[in-house]
């Protein structure tokens, strides 16, 4: 069975960083985009940056090219990082590992059709 395991959520004040995993097994790592949606209360799920580790490609939505995330992969143990820094209030959010076979355009212009879906990890940003 394919899972996506997502950790490294947790309570983080404003300005702080946090750092999510998520763990792929069941499926082919290079043969799939794997990145982050988040779902702040009482709002849609959105989109964050996705990466396909057979060539390092990312992509980013337009809300988080600022910099302030980075997301990274590491082939040998099958993972997908989402780097945060500077956190705000509003990254409040459960995030959410997703993977798409193909390519990180696939990926980024399906909002709901994923294959794949992880279990979420809640990050709270507080003062």
């Known amino acids: 069975d394919v899972q996506l395991q997502a950790s490294g959520g947790g309570l983080v004040q404003i300005g702080g960083s946090l750092r999510l995993s998520c763990v792929a097994s069941g499926l082919r790592f290079d043969d799939y985009a794997i990145g982050w949606f988040r779902q702040a209360p009482r709002k849609e799920r959105e989109q964050v940056s996705c990466?396909?580790?057979?060539?390092?490609?990312?992509?980013y939505a337009a809300d988080f090219v600022e910099g302030r995330f980075t997301i990274s992969s590491n082939k040998a143990e099958n993972t997908v990082y989402l780097q945060m820094n500077s956190l705000k209030p509003e990254d409040t959010a459960v995030y959410y590992c997703?993977?798409?076979?193909?390519?990180?355009?696939?990926?980024?212009?399906?909002?709901?059709?994923?294959?794949?879906w992880g279990k979420g990890t809640l990050v709270t940003v507080s003062s």
């Open positions: 990466i396909t580790s057979r060539d390092g490609r990312t992509y």
């Open positions: 997703a993977a798409l076979s193909g390519t990180v355009a696939a990926w980024a212009a399906n909002l709901y059709g994923m294959d794949y």
